[in-house]
């Protein structure tokens, strides 16, 4: 073994060289055609950009947009070839695939054109385990960015091309193991999600007890209700607001807590309580000037709108005692009667009521929800007992389903952790193959 010289990869085997990235490849910036002009789009030439592919991806094939000869001449974007490796140099630094179709790229990517006959699944293997070494290149306010040139400096380890269609192989194989496993635990938190969903839909539209006599709700996508039970127009319930006119960039490091539209989509917002994670901050001059954006325990805050329909009808029920204000792109319900709502917050969690936004709501890209729309949706309202009931046996329920799902979770970050130190080990030759 001799030291490389490369931070976080120290040593190699002695037979290895050390090679700059542009002396192994060719690399290609990207570039976007005006959005403005129709002729750039929709044509046939596949286009991407780095939200179109993840690392654990492997390949790319296309995008989600495409442009025209028209757009490929307007600007410096260049075609790549098939068994090229794409490299997103911003938001986020690191992220690596390999072409598996002819397209081009956005500026947020380097690509890496294999001109010297390397083997490009080996380079895939070492670019995906050096993101930390990206990053510290990386430079800017708004969001890191590593350059082109710092991109195309850096040292990478090169064994023999023997060796690198060694290590390759047995990496493919060695990982594939490991990805179906992850696999398996994915599917079976899904099927979790699955039961939690059939678990909620069931106790808040048929309640808790079987026997009960059955009326017909007179809400098509509801169907039979227990006897009990009422509909209401959810308008004569609460009153609507919004959010905060601000962005991102007027949110401070501290201050008086907000939530906004994204924390509202993100995978941990559990609905129907706070997790501590979706807290933001904004400067305390807003309680003087828009006072009308705070909410308080019983209240609702929805997003206003959602990159897929699945999304609309997001939200977050208020479940604190605490100083809150709703945010961007955020739309506030609060209760006329000041009472807790927990039982609603399980039942805007349905699909059954989640069904009556998502027949309302327009758009293609963008889907807009607005006020009106929530408020011309019904709820099913049992007796103030029986939500209470409800409620408290939900909490149970989904905070056991809601575990379980955590230690799947655990296990699968446990095994992409093995995943990129078995990768790490073999691509610096640490260890060898066979």
Known sequence: MKNSGIEGIKKIPDSWTIRATKNLFCVISGATPKSENSDYWDGDIKWITPSDYKTEDVFVFQGKRNISLNGLASCSTTLVPINSIVFSKRAPIGLVAITKSELCTNQGCLSCVNVTNQNIKYFYYLMSICTKQYEILGSGTTFKEISAKDFSNFKLPCPPLKEQQQIADYLDKKCAAVDKLIENQQAQIEKLKEYKQSVITEAVTKGLDPSAPLKDSGVECIGEIPTKWIVRPLKYLFS???????????????????????????????????????????????????SNSLVQKGDFIFAD?????????????????????????????????????????YLFMSNEWKNQIQSRVCGIKVYSISRGMIAKTSVLLPPLKEQQQIADYLDKKCAEIDKLISIKQQKIETLTEYKKSLIYEYVTGKNQVG
Do not use: C, M, W
């Open 240 to 290: 609507f607001d919004k959010g905060l006119p601000i962005t991102k960039a007027d949110l401070t490091p501290n201050g008086i807590k907000v939530i906004s539209y994204g924390q509202i989509h993100a995978k941990y917002n559990k609905s129907a309580s706070i997790d501590e994670q979706l807290y933001r901050f904004v400067p305390e001059k807003y309680l003087k000037t828009n």
């Open 305 to 345: 709108t959602s990159e897929d329909i699945a999304g609309s009808g997001d939200f977050i029920y208020i479940d604190k005692n605490d100083v809150i204000f709703a945010g961007y792109h955020s739309i506030t319900l609060k209760h006329k009667l000041k009472s807790e709502n927990k039982y609603l917050a």
